[in-house]
């Protein structure tokens, strides 16, 4: 006898088939449970994708939350495209970079070489960002416009110094923010990062050049100050470019974040909203504009006639027997009724949704006078002046972000110019003890001196900063170089340095387009020269 029919002749066949209900029962109810863990699963699911424009993934170990790469990733793309799609927000970026480099910026070194022993580092400093190539990448006006728009859409830039070993020369590209995967830091600092993973596709044409074939290259960047004693060729099998390091700019960036967060990521919501209630406004309008007629009668016949007297007045379309202009027409009889909505104590017009303008403003720290280019029914002058100054002062914190760039940038670029063999600048290096990074010393005791020059942003203060100038100047206590330059600077010329050369001699030395010559001996007689060198 088999097992199973042991079984069944001792507990019966009905205790079996007990048994095997409760089985059926079990099994149905954990396929129901299985089924509601999917549910709840998908409806997690929906969740994280209904924050997918916040992206908020919590740091292990940190304690600190941040949008994640793929969030900061897609918070990108929408605000590259509403940049290109939605006025305000296009307006927006648009006022934010040409508040800060419309005006121009000067960027030279104290070292001009006109002094005894001393090198020309401004020659260096003018060839580099006078390079046509850089020019075209961060120094031109093309570049500046695309970099601060990338702080509106990315809030992220990457600037990658391209080094020639022999010469020194460097030459600046920037790095697509979708490019940048990770960046890894100090474990012992977060705050200092030491390398950039690049990720990014390239198609080229195959061998016989008949097709184009994808490959995904990955590569690692050093960050700018990141000088360790040994440097590995790979990390995880990939390169490590050594003489590309990168500068990283971020903006809106809170503690412990790696990554900066666009300007216009904040307006985003409340663009769409106002977008949204233009379109709703512009429906109402078109509704209101066309007339609905009434025509009551006691008889259907009559009302036919006036039906056919209201179409008279107007166009009727040939293909739906519509009029044309007055809308439509309704004819009911005595006991029924056809009215408008009533618009008494409504608002309709498009002000509106100023307030909803405001927000995008406040957003992208513009006032909204200028975002809209309207004062508004209470605008005026006084209270146009009174919201641009906290703009003026946003602007100028931007400045000094780039200010502080170009510096570094410049910094590494001399620093080349010594290290390198056939570098164009004379010096040494040395290891810094406390921040263990190499530092410059140039060769003459050369000033390392880097000035960024921003032109005023309020033009209404020129006035006032060149009769400061001229007050400064009765003092006698400022050098006339000194003057010159802050007066080139007040008045907005372009090229500072080249006015400057005009100015001086070749050691630098003043010398006064309005005095004659027997004054300048006598002034070089008196400060110890040979009155005959002047003459």
């Known amino acids: ?66 949008f994640s790469r793929n969030g900061l990733g897609r918070a990108s793309a929408l605000a590259r495209i509403m940049a290109v ?16 480099f419309g005006g121009g910026v000067q960027v030279s070194a104290t070292a001009n070489g006109e002094t005894d022993g001393q090198q020309d580092v401004n020659a260096l400093i003018q060839e580099f960002w006078n390079d046509p190539s850089n020019r075209a990448s961060l120094s031109g006006d093309q570049a500046q416009e695309e970099l601060e728009r990338a702080h509106g859409t990315d809030g992220n830039t990457f600037l990658a110094c391209f080094t020639t070993p022999r010469t020194g020369r460097v030459q600046i590209r920037s790095i697509p923010f979708a490019e940048i995967a990770e960046i890894i830091s100090n474990p012992d600092d977060r705050d200092e990062p030491w390398f950039y993973k690049r990720q990014w596709t390239q198609r080229s044409l195959t ?24 440097r590995q060729a790979t990390i995880d099998g990939h390169t490590v470019m050594w003489t590309a390091p990168i500068y990283h700019t971020s903006v809106n960036r809170l503690d412990g974040w790696q990554f900066g967060i666009g300007d216009a990521f ?56 519509r009029s044309i202009d007055s809308g439509g027409t309704v004819v009911m009889t005595d006991d029924q009724n056809f009215e408008a909505i009533p618009k008494s104590g409504a608002t309709i017009d498009s002000e509106s949704g100023r307030p909803l303008a405001s927000m995008i403003a406040a957003a992208l720290g513009i006032p909204v006078t200028v ?11 006084a209270t146009a002046e009174t919201l641009d100054k906290p703009m003026a002062l946003g602007m100028k914190q931007r400045r000094s972000l780039w200010s502080e760039a170009y510096r570094a940038i410049c910094q590494y670029v001399i620093e080349q110019a010594v290290v390198a063999p056939q570098g164009k600048l004379q010096g040494s ?32 203060n020129v006035k006032e900063r060149v009769d400061a100038i001229v007050a400064a100047d009765g003092t006698r206590k400022v050098p006339p170089t000194t003057i010159a330059r802050l007066l080139l600077q007040a008045l907005g010329v372009q090229n500072v340095d080249d006015v400057m050369d005009e100015l001086t001699d070749d050691q630098g030395n003043w010398l006064d387009p309005f005095m004659n010559a027997g004054q300048a001996a006598i002034d070089a007689f008196r400060t110890g020269q040979d009155p005959a060198s002047v003459l």
Do not use: C
């Not at 066949?13 to 209900?21: D, G, I, P, Q």
């Not at 799609?85 to 006022?95: E, S």
């Not at 512009?282 to 007629?293: D, Q």
């Open 266 to 321: 904040a307006a985003l919501a409340w663009a769409r909203a106002y977008k949204e209630f233009l379109e709703d406004w512009a429906t109402l309008i078109k509704s209101l504009s066309r007339f609905a007629w009434k025509a009551t009668s006691n008889k259907k016949s009559k009302a036919q006639a006036q039906r056919d007297k209201i179409r008279s007045y107007n166009p009727v379309d040939p293909n739906t027997g």
């Open 429 to 460: 290096t040395i290891l810094d003890p406390f921040t263990r990074r190499n530092m410059v010393v140039l060769a003459g005791d050369t000033d390392l001196t880097i000035n960024v020059d921003w032109p005023d942003l309020e033009d209404e």
């Open 85 to 100: 799609a939605n006025p305000l927000i296009k307006q927006g970026l648009n006022v934010r970079q040409a508040y800060i």
């Open 1 to 66: 006898m088999s097992v199973v029919d042991t079984v069944l002749n001792r507990v019966g066949l009905s205790r079996v088939t007990e048994v095997a209900a409760k089985h059926n029962e079990l099994a149905a109810r954990l396929g129901q449970v299985l089924n509601n863990s999917e549910v709840m699963s998908e409806s997690m699911a929906d969740l994280e994708l209904a924050l997918e424009d916040r992206g908020w993934e919590r740091l292990t170990g940190t304690g600190n939350e941040q």
């Open 371 to 381: 975002l809209l280019g309207d004062p508004g029914i209470s605008g005026n002058r």
């Open 207 to 230: 061998a016989d050049g008949l097709k184009t074939q994808t490959t995904i290259n990955v590569a690692y960047y050093p960050d700018l100050r990141y000088q360790p004693r040994t």
